[in-house]
């Protein structure tokens, strides 16, 4: 069955977008056209292996096929709008989208790994303070097909293989859940770009419906939990989800996530300034993350004027580490990439500009 949603019409034909179908449903789609099922499996090393920008270069299809291809199939969902290039090599790429929207894309280099963060929205539902994503208003889901490409656009970019994904980018992939899951599955599959489960991390800003749908599908995915508050007075201030989702349940959660899969969950913890960054912070933080047996990452607050929040000095960052240690609890504080072209966490905008 063709997806609707990302199907469009030009001139009264009919037109999908042909990464919006995982191998099986490709094989149907092209049954029902006549097409034997192994041409399905050429589609997709084509597609995926080859990372071919036109379907003339399928040069092992009949022409006839190529043909019908390309008058009802797109191959590309996304076009390049800005390309970011920070001063510590990361890259953003502000991308177009068919119905106009932008999104964008994150591509971290390292000597021993390259690192892909996607988005999963256009906009975002859920106004977490800290996050310039949530000041732009939520407009749609992006569909598999949009979320494939942003990988395979950074993955042409980078000239190598992308080795890790993180599902920060703008947007709550665990509100997107079955075209984020759909993609996943496609970047999973050995006819796919076929990056392990474990080398992708979904982040969740607390959706608790979908923290247990992923404990129940089979994919052994990493799951990190934008927690920022360790009360949740505050956490209601800063990130209005828990008014839905309070802390309690969401370590109910966690730990349910933990028992399912046995992937250890990490807890995200953004250090803002006088808010969240005394030692009572510290220890009531090594509690939560002592029961659900995580581990903590310390992010460094990446300002931005309309956020009205102020990052925690160098040295308050250690000392608050040392709290963490000091209680057995496994804790680093992440490497902030990209600060000076927008594109570090908490900052993409999908909008031109740095
Ligand atoms: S942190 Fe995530 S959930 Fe919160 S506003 Fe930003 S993109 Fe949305």
């Not at 947007?171 to 992708?200: C, M, T, Y």
């Not at 953004?270 to 960054?277: A, E, I, P, Q, T």
């Amino acid at each position: 069955m063709v997806p609707k949603s990302t199907t469009l019409c030009y001139n009264s034909i009919m037109i999908s977008e042909i990464k919006d179908f995982n191998l099986e449903e490709l094989k149907k789609e092209l049954a029902r056209r006549g097409i034997p099922e192994f041409r399905a499996s050429q589609v997709f090393h084509w597609l995926y292996k080859q990372q071919v920008a036109s379907f003339w270069e399928m040069n092992n299809l009949p022409r006839d096929m190529i043909k019908l291809l390309e008058e009802n199939y797109s191959l590309s969902a996304v076009t390049t709008a800005q390309e970011f290039i920070s001063k510590d090599d990361s890259r953003k790429y502000l991308l177009k989208l068919k119905d106009g929207n932008q999104i964008e894309t994150v591509l971290i280099p390292n000597p021993d790994r390259q690192t892909v963060c996607l988005s999963t929205q256009v906009g975002c539902k859920f106004c977490c303070r800290m996050c310039a994503s949530g000041l732009k208003k939520f407009v749609r889901n992006l569909t598999a097909a949009e979320i494939l490409e942003q990988l395979l656009y950074a993955q042409k970019k980078a000239g190598s293989r992308i080795t890790n994904i993180v599902f920060m980018g703008m947007g709550e992939p665990l509100e997107n859940f079955d075209q984020v899951i759909k993609a996943i599955r496609v970047i999973n599959s050995s006819e796919g770009p076929e990056i392990a489960a474990r080398k992708i991390t979904i982040s969740t800003a607390g959706f608790i419906p979908g923290i247990k749908k992923i404990a129940e599908i089979e994919l052994q995915l990493n799951l990190s939990v934008s927690l920022h508050a360790t009360t949740d007075e505050l956490r209601n201030e800063l990130m209005p989800i828990n008014k839905t989702y309070p802390i309690r349940d969401l370590v109910a959660a966690c730990q349910n996530y933990f028992q399912k899969t046995k992937r250890i969950v990490t807890i995200e913890y953004v250090l803002l300034k006088g808010k969240n960054d005394a030692v009572d912070d510290a220890r009531r933080l090594a509690g939560i993350v002592k029961a659900l047996k995580g581990k903590v990452n310390l992010i460094p607050f990446n300002p931005y004027t309309e956020l009205k929040l102020e990052p925690t000095a160098r040295e308050d960052m250690e000392r608050f580490k040392y709290w963490l240690e000091r209680d057995q609890v496994p804790v680093t504080i992440r490497d902030s990439r990209g600060s000076d072209i927008m594109a570090a966490c908490g900052q993409l905008l999908g909008k031109a500009g740095q």
